[in-house]
T-cell receptor
């Protein structure tokens, strides 16, 4: 079956512009995670959704970052007034059940964001 | 959040077993031990997880110390396709925040 998909795969933007990154989880998956990954480092947790409820947003770096999942399926991560330090790979993951501690996360291919 | 410590890198010969260690001395009773790996230019993929007992699946085995302060991921016969960064992660049943760390980069020699 289809895995997690993300779009766009690559995004180049100018400093100060807003960007919206989309994640399409595996159909029927309850949980959705967003991560940011800098080159040579492990993924950094940003936020977590259980269905449409954003249950943990403790990893969002500042108020320029926001995420939503209005119908409990597709999710959008929005970065306002982008800065060069926002350049990174943004990854989305989904899991079938909302079982804290034990769920298996399936990762998408990521969106490579470059802020000029 | 409970942290894990892993060697930065390890090297193995093809078709030999590989033991990837992980220390988690501050682990709590409700922390599960997960391993993910990330192949070059791909997203992380799940390998295995456990709580107290050793676990086996088609990809690997997970050996957990009796005091749970360390664990070892075992790849029984390394192949070139196993070259990746391996992450040892503690995930608590009280929440969903997942801390990856830097992982161990495994090099496999032919």
């Amino acid at each position: 079956g289809a895995g997690v998909s993300q779009s766009p795969r690559y995004k180049v933007t100018k400093r100060g512009q807003d960007v919206a990154l989309r994640c399409d989880p595996i159909s029927g998956h309850v949980s959705l995670y967003w991560y940011r990954q800098a080159l040579g480092q492990g993924p950094e947790f940003l936020t977590y959704f259980n269905y449409e409820a954003q249950q943990d947003k403790s990893g969002l770096p500042n108020d320029r970052f926001s995420a939503e999942r209005p119908e409990g399926s597709i999710s959008t991560l929005t970065i306002q007034r982008t800065e060069q330090r926002d350049s990174a790979m943004y990854r989305c993951a989904s899991s079938l059940e909302g079982l804290a501690g034990t769920d298996t996360q399936y990762f998408g291919p990521g969106t490579r964001l470059t802020v000029l | 959040d409970a942290k894990t410590t892993q060697p930065n890198s390890m090297e193995s010969n093809e078709e030999e077993p590989v033991h990837l260690p992980c220390n988690h001395s501050t682990i709590s009773g409700t922390d599960y031990i997960h391993w993910y790996r990330q192949l070059p230019s791909q997203g992380p993929e799940y390998v295995i997880h456990g709580l107290t007992s050793n676990v086996n699946n088609r990809m690997a085995s997970l050996a957990i110390a009796e005091d749970r302060k360390s664990s070892t991921l075992i790849l029984h016969r390394a192949t070139l396709r196993d070259a990746a960064v391996y992450y040892c992660i503690l995930r608590n049943t009280g929440g969903f925040k997942t801390i990856f760390g830097a992982g161990t980069r495994l090099f496999v020699k032919a």
